[in-house]
């Protein structure tokens, strides 16, 4: 039976992590390590300055004082027998949208894992109230079948790529497909810095505000999940912009003894 690693951000007793965990149960041996409080917009921090602790919450199931990051690398190179063949992570309450991927620690668990070489995906489930999972996790299950049966015909994603999910505030018959998209780009406003005042007269802040503005792509992942689609978005680690490397190489840049002139 194969092995799938599910973790998240919002801490292990969160909603959408025990719908997803429950939705791939028919899927594979589910394997849970996820942090013991909420880390939400961790990035792929690790903790390296202080020990990290390991609670047991059942049968493969493992609480981790620790970062996305953390639960993802403790769990392949130290709790579970044998690495997972998929890294599932979610269910984010909220959106993974844009740039939120670079603040994202249910992102960077998928990172984790993709740096690992194990295939992996980041579900996020847009939420209004009431709240459900249950579109979110029912497209995770099926994702999780398809990804599995393509790799063992061959066919697995393509080298150093996690999947990147949104799935709007719809119920299941209610959303209107599957986009592949690309990553949206915010529009930062003053109002990203909230300044209010204590009781007693003193400064504070609030970072994040609530009122987001998007540019118009209409192949991003925020027109996607707009429209009433299921955004799947391939992100790729390597950060590299190539083809700026054609422009920038123009540039005379110098350092020690070095020639200029090389490139």
Partial sequence: MKRILVSNDDGIDAEGIQALAAALEPVGEV????PEREQSAASHSLTLHKPLRVYERGARR?????????????????????????VMSGINRGANLGDDVTYSGTVSAAMEGTLLGIPSVAFSQI????????????????LAADLLARMDSGHPLPPDTLL????????????????WTVQGKR?????????????????????????????????SDHAAVSDGYISVTPVHLDLTNHDALGVLSEWSLSAGGGDPSAH
């Fill in 62 to 86: 493992f609480a981790i004082s620790g970062t996305p990051t953390d639960c993802v690398s403790m769990a392949v190179h130290h709790l579970m027998p044998e690495p997972p063949d998929l």
């Fill in 31 to 34: 394997w849970v390590a996820a």
């Fill in 187 to 219: 529009r930062f406003t003053k109002e990203m810095v909230i300044e209010k005042t204590d009781p007693r007269g003193r400064k504070y802040y609030w970072v994040g505000g609530s009122d987001l503005q998007w540019e118009g792509n209409p192949d």
């Fill in 164 to 179: 990147n999910v949104n799935v709007p505030d719809r119920a299941w018959d209610a959303i209107r497909g599957v986009r």
């Fill in 127 to 142: 939420l209004w109230q009431p709240a459900t999972y249950a579109a979110a996790a029912r497209f995770a299950a099926d």
